[in-house]
């Protein structure tokens, strides 16, 4: 094969991606597979920007509204429904291109996850206990002990990731980069390409703001309400998308509409920000659009 069949479309809310895919499908053939944790959801067609029906008749979509909210997708459920369908795609010669702006999704692809044991709070609260009686200085010398390789690597004052490698190390008498090190990533190398939409932080944020405005005149309000009837636990992945907790204080009167539309574009200017932060970090050698 010449070139990569799979090519992953990274990049932050409302920077543009969807667009990108559907003129690279329209123009190669190509399937859009869905590598967003919001747009998984039936129920978050508005708010999770999910491409519309008019945009899934263009090209065929895959992994679209396919979770209801009352489940909890992790990345783990996402990487095995994900799997069966590039295999199905490559065995038809159809190249796939996955989009979306979840960070995670795309290590699983190219750098795969670590399969580390839950470690119990009363682990990771001891952890955090000594770094506060030792002192960073000492604790980073105790952590050398356990885990050379993720002390050099964390950078000082990083107190929540010196705690956790301790933790891990501790419970599971194993270090954290040995965990990590056993990671296999689900696409080969060399079958796939990489590149992150990263328009300018300004028009981005402008960009941010003119769909939170839009999403209200495409239902934003319906699709919450819809959302708060249904009484569903807090902590669920759908009920704390950008824009459930802002629309719903508005319907139960807790706020005016433009308060809840104007702390909408904040919480999704902030989503946005630590997405651009994330793919800057993490997918250096990916090209830039």
């Known amino acids: 094969m010449s070139h990569p069949s799979i090519t992953l479309i990274a990049g932050p809310t409302a920077s543009g991606k969807s667009r990108l895919a559907l003129e690279t499908a329209a123009r190669t053939g ?13 129920d978050l067609r508005v708010l999770s920007a999910r ?7 263009q090209a065929e979509h895959r992994l679209y509204g396919v979770a209801d909210a009352a489940e909890a997708w992790s990345v783990g459920r996402w990487s095995r429904a994900v799997l069966p369908v590039l295999a199905e795609l490559a065995q038809a010669g159809r190249p796939a291109l996955l989009v979306g702006g979840t960070g995670l999704y795309f290590t699983a692809l190219t750098k795969g996850l670590a399969d580390i044991p839950n470690i119990p709070l009363e682990a990771r609260d001891a952890a955090g206990a000594a770094f506060d009686a030792e002192g960073e200085t000492a604790f980073r010398r105790r952590l050398a002990e356990r885990d ?34 056993d990671t296999t990533p ?10 992150v939409v990263e328009p300018d932080r300004a028009a981005l944020y402008a960009h941010c703001d003119l769909r939170v405005g839009q999403m209200v005149e495409q239902g934003a309000l319906e699709e919450v309400r819809a959302l708060v009837a249904r009484d569903l636990s807090p902590n669920l992945p759908a009920t704390k998308a950008v824009g459930v907790r802002e629309f719903a204080a508005h319907l139960a009167g807790e706020t005016t509409l433009d308060q809840a539309i104007d702390a909408t574009r904040q919480a ?13 970090n993490q997918t250096p050698g990916w090209a830039r659009i």
């Open 268 to 280: 999704t200017r902030n989503y946005a920000k630590r997405q651009l932060t994330w793919f800057r």
């Open 148 to 181: 050379p390789q993720a002390e050099a690597r964390i950078e000082s004052g990083d107190r929540q990731r010196l705690t956790r490698a301790m933790a891990v190390a501790e419970h599971t008498g194993r270090a954290l980069s040995d965990w990590t090190a």
């Open 51 to 57: 491409p519309s029906e008019a945009d899934e008749a």
């Open 30 to 42: 190509a399937v859009i597979v869905n590598a967003d944790s919001q747009q998984l959801y039936a």
């Open 186 to 195: 689900l696409l080969a190398p060399g079958s796939w390409t990489g590149m």
